[in-house]
């Protein structure tokens, strides 16, 4: 069985930072895809960054703002110059090969992130 495992979060002032890790564990074959998501009260899941083979992806709304890394199996987000409109729920996500099973999408539990003053 894999899990993705998130730490981090809370509650920070506008302008601060916050960093959120992601482990993924169990039995695992290969890793795809490492990224993070958000949603926010009434709005939808929206995609914040993504990291594959190195390649990575942002959101326009936080581009220059957020760094995705990986390191194995872990992936991490560091948010800097944080904003009221931050303020979400953050999941990791992972597209992951289990040893001996298909490729799953898998999702953490989510973390609290709050922006404000």
């Known amino acids: 069985q894999v899990q993705l495992v998130e730490s981090g979060g809370g509650l920070v002032q506008p302008g601060g930072s916050l960093g959120l890790s992601c482990a993924a564990s169990g039995t695992i074959f290969s890793i795809y895809v490492m990224g993070w998501y958000r949603q926010a009260p009434g709005k939808q899941r929206e995609l914040v960054a993504k990291?594959?083979?190195?390649t990575t992806n942002y959101a326009d709304s936080v581009k220059g703002r957020f760094t995705i890394s990986r390191d194995n199996a872990n992936v991490y987000l560091q948010m800097n110059s944080l904003k009221p409109e931050d303020t979400a729920v953050y999941y990791c996500n992972a597209l992951i090969k289990p040893s001996g099973r298909m490729i799953t999408n898998y999702w953490g539990q989510g973390t609290q992130v709050t922006v404000s003053s």
């Open positions: 990291i594959t083979s190195g």
